[in-house]
């Protein structure tokens, strides 16, 4: 009955791989996210899809593709990782209040290392 | 886009003593403030929120206010314990959720 699941929950690979990071939320909700979290600990939003248009990119660079299949889906795909890229990566997702966006539900996180 | 600021960065306190953590935020359209608890190893929880139309909100130990005109939002918790040691979160809130860059809370036993 996990809200927001998302897989792997490690992953380590090598540069210049492609790798997905696959998440779904079971909670109805008509907004996910895409954060990534470096060893600072800070939360950078990278994405964020509403009813599958995305609405927010950030300056990440263009080898970062969302994919979203679903309202209930929003997949992380990265071409060609880089060292820099070794860090958290948290999806969330959230319902639209008609007047802004509510409590924003987190995965587990996946932890991504570049080796 | 919005852009939120938090401070202190790190805050060590002696159990039983208050913590107050502050945000600022850019966007004046921003409606929605929420604040998270990150522990060690785990994904960020909500532990209290607050909307544009309310000037503050308690819940138990922990309280925050919000000055709409001033743009910025306060983390109140008063009789800390070493179980509330962890990162602290503050995001602001329209149409995304941008989050501050945390602060690292210790409560010494």
């Known amino acids: 009955d996990t809200a927001v699941s998302q897989t792997p929950k490690y992953l380590v690979t090598q540069m210049g791989n492609d790798k997905s990071i696959k998440c779904e939320q079971n909670?109805?909700?008509?907004?996910m996210y895409w954060y990534k979290q470096d060893s600072k600990k800070f939360l950078k939003i990278m994405f964020s899809y509403n009813n599958k248009e995305l609405i927010i990119n950030e300056t990440v660079p263009n080898r970062f593709s969302p994919k979203s299949p679903d309202k209930a889906h929003l997949n992380l795909h990265i071409n060609s990782l880089e060292l820099g890229d070794s860090a958290v990566y948290f999806c969330?997702?959230?319902?639209?209040?008609?007047?802004?966006?509510?409590?924003?539900?987190f995965g587990q996180g996946t932890r991504l290392t570049v080796v | 886009g919005e852009n939120v600021e938090q401070h202190p960065s790190t805050l060590s306190v002696q159990e039983g003593d208050s913590a107050v953590i502050k945000c600022t935020y850019s966007d004046s359209a921003s409606n929605y403030f929420p604040w998270y608890k990150q522990e060690l190893g785990k994904r960020p929880q909500l532990i209290i929120d607050i909307r544009s139309n309310v000037g503050e909100k308690k819940d138990q130990r922990i309280a925050v206010t919000l000055n709409k005109t001033a743009k910025h939002f306060s983390l109140h918790i008063t009789e800390t314990q070493p179980e509330d040691s962890a990162v602290y979160f503050c995001?602001?809130?329209?149409?995304?959720?941008?989050f501050g860059a945390g602060t690292r809370l210790t409560v010494k036993p």
């Open positions: 909670l109805g909700h008509d907004t």
């Open positions: 995001a602001a809130s329209k149409n995304d959720m941008r």
């Open positions: 969330a997702s959230s319902q639209d209040s008609g007047t802004g966006r509510a409590e924003a539900f």
